[in-house]
């Protein structure tokens, strides 16, 4: 797509983020490294959303360098009329030959026979679900084969391979969200059945890319071939000192290493592209954690508390021994995991959080009945193992608490309520959806089980650069930039409920939770932040509760809970207790290579929070979405850690 961005508004709704000359030049070079000529000795080369040209302008520069003679046909496709005559402009100047059609790609690729090019080099828009609606997102799936949430790079992916000759090769640049998420399943899907992956690159947070998404470039080719896919991650470090290679030399280089780039350090990790499960090769295969299928992490079926749960299709990691060889011990000695013993709910979403929420409710006019008026946990009152009311934020929430089920309280038995709802209504009932799902016009989206808010229940927030898992005991509604377990989910009694929730607690708050997030689930945003929701949250490990190393865990987590001051001693003493309870042991050598120790060389780390009521994501409230957070810009100290290999 073109490198010159137009207005801001035109760019989201289209899904138009312009590829930088520097990152167009790199694609183009991985394109050509796996790109096979005809013995006429040319090149077809599409671009289906080409802007004004530069990736198709990049492929023609490498290949005059690379390979002087061959004859190259360059065909690029675009809406923007006037990107396409930025690039007509630059090819005739350059002098270049390329063809320049306006048109939708995706109404006109029928028209074109299968096997019409050698390689397709894009960056095609994004576009999500919300942009393009529902029913428009529906016939794109239906038409091309996807499944669940979609944008727009999905379909554009689903119609290249058929265009592609054999052995022909895709280079492609997407948001790096498809490695790991449920919506880039679709991707993942196409990537593996119809081409074969042979380099990947998780750009991270380098920021080469303008886009408010994390880069990602995929090389596949449309063979069989049997070398794996080269896995190459880059993302920020601190505490490092960068070699002498620039970004795009460690990038190739086949070892990993330390770079500095626009005066920022980053740790770059080479493995291999691991698109399944490992299944543990060890002998033993009666551990204490097993089944009779083998460790829970690694099965496509289990058995859980609720009864049968199905995996969803596994996220894309890197792999090398040291990373396989620590995610084998630890499934040897996992007893479940969090998905299995745990319903892991979001918080509350009400789509009108400027009605229903506020730190101000004496000064509202009609102020609603009290009892109406819940606490709200936020993000802002999570740290590790309790929560803290950063401000007195409460929630007016419509429902009966006693029921089970969700049902919204009479108007006419809480008058000040209905006189503060009604003087709401035009926003209120201005959200069609609620009242076309059959729903009063007054009810909040998503309230959750307003009978299990009095119980006990762990709390994490949605986006957070380390964990920060809590209990809470206050009967507070939790909200949507949260997520929740409640404990009578986890056992039937309240003493070993409350049991199992410490033992959650830890790992999760542990090193070795930190590391097995990275590893398994990588879902990074900026700045270091991570995602804790329930796809991912759900996949971490639980040792045996009733093994003795678990309670060790557990005692020393309600010590935590009780008040004991989780400074850095103890966080290390529980890295050490969670490590032994999985049967890791300790780090021998804590100064060992860490560029075998996965994303940013984070896995060899723990930070202690020092701030957390610093400003999120340079966000005032006011500007932020309703029922959603774009993460914490939390203040560290970074101190090595024990208890990883």
């Keep these: ?167 022909g090769v895709l280079g492609l640049l997407c948001a790096n969200r498809f490695l790991t998420t449920k919506a880039g399943a679709n991707i993942r899907r196409l990537l593996v059945t119809d081409l074969a992956p042979v380099e990947l690159y998780d750009l991270g947070d380098t920021k080469l890319f303008t886009a408010a998404v994390l880069p990602a470039i995929a090389i596949a080719r449309r063979a069989g071939h049997g070398d794996g896919c080269r896995y190459v991650s880059a993302y920020e470090a601190t505490g490092e000192t960068p070699g002498e290679k620039t970004l795009f030399e460690a990038l190739v280089d086949p070892g990993g290493s330390i770079v500095e780039y626009n005066g920022r350090t980053f740790v770059i990790e080479v493995g291999e592209l691991a698109t399944e499960p490992r299944e543990s090769t060890s002998p033993d295969t009666a551990g204490a954690g097993r089944g009779r299928d083998g460790p829970p992490e690694f099965t496509a079926e289990r058995r859980t508390r609720r009864g049968v749960a199905r995996e969803p299709e596994v996220a894309w990691r890197m792999s090398h ?145 380390r964990p920060r898992f809590a209990l809470d005991g206050s009967g507070a509604v939790v909200n949507g930039d949260c997520y929740w377990i409640s404990l009578p989910d986890l056992a039937d009694l309240p003493a070993e409920a409350t049991r199992l929730a410490y033992l959650l607690m830890g790992v999760a708050n542990s090193a070795l939770g930190l590391r097995f997030y990275d590893v398994v689930c990588g879902n990074r945003l900026y700045s270091g932040r991570r995602r804790w929701i329930t796809q991912y949250v759900s996949r971490l490990p639980v040792p045996d509760p009733a093994a003795s190393r678990s309670a060790g865990v557990i005692d020393l ?53 020092a701030d957390r009521d610093q400003a999120v994501g340079g966000e005032s409230e006011r500007q932020r979405q309703p029922g959603h957070d774009l993460g914490d810009q939390i203040g560290i100290e970074v101190v090595r850690a024990t208890g990883i290999p």
């Design 1 to 167: 797509m073109a490198s010159e961005a137009p207005a801001a508004r035109d760019r989201k709704r289209h899904g138009r983020h312009y590829t930088p000359p520097v990152l167009a030049r790199f694609l183009a070079q991985r394109l050509l490294r796996h790109a096979e000529f005809s013995d006429a000795g040319v090149l077809r080369v599409l671009d289906p959303a080409c802007g004004d040209g530069e990736l198709l302008f990049a492929v023609h520069h490498e290949v005059a360098i690379r390979f002087p003679g061959l004859r190259l046909v360059l065909v690029g496709y675009d809406l923007d009329g006037r990107a396409l005559a930025v690039a007509r402009e630059r090819a005739r100047a350059a002098g270049i030959a390329a063809q320049w059609r306006r048109a939708d790609f995706l109404a006109v690729e029928a028209q074109l026979a299968d096997g019409s090019f050698d390689a397709v080099i894009t960056n095609p828009p994004y576009v999500r679900t919300q942009q393009l609606g529902g029913s428009t997102a529906q016939l794109l799936s239906k038409r091309f084969g996807l499944r669940g949430r979609i944008d727009l790079t999905h379909p554009f992916v689903a119609t290249l391979p058929r265009l592609l000759a054999a052995g």
């Design 321 to 465: 021994d040291a990373i396989d060889s620590w995610l084998e011990r630890i499934a040897e000695t996992t007893w479940r995991t969090f998905g299995d013993v745990a319903r892991i709910r979001v918080g509350i979403k009400t789509t009108a959080d400027r009605v229903f929420i506020s730190d101000r409710w004496a000064q509202a006019e009609p102020c609603p009945e009290s009892e109406l008026l819940l606490d709200l946990i936020t993000h802002h009152d999570l740290a590790p193992w309790r929560t803290t009311r950063a401000r007195e934020v409460r929630v007016l929430y419509p429902y009966d608490l006693t029921s089970a089920r969700r049902t919204p309280i009479d108007l006419d038995e809480y008058p000040a309520a209905a006189a503060y709802l009604r003087s709401h209504r035009e926003t209120l009932a201005g959200r069609r959806y609620v009242t076309e799902s059959g729903r009063a016009w007054y009810e909040i989206w998503v309230p959750q089980r307003p009978h299990l808010w009095r119980e006990p229940k762990l709390v994490f927030p949605d986006i957070s650069d």
């Design 557 to 609: 987590v309600r010590e935590f809970v009780e008040g004991r001051v989780p400074d850095l001693a103890a966080q290390a003493e529980l890295d050490e207790r969670v490590a032994a309870a999985f049967g890791v042991g300790l780090r021998a050598d804590p100064d060992a290579d860490h560029r075998q120790q996965g994303a940013a060389g984070e896995f060899a780390r723990r930070a202690a929070i």
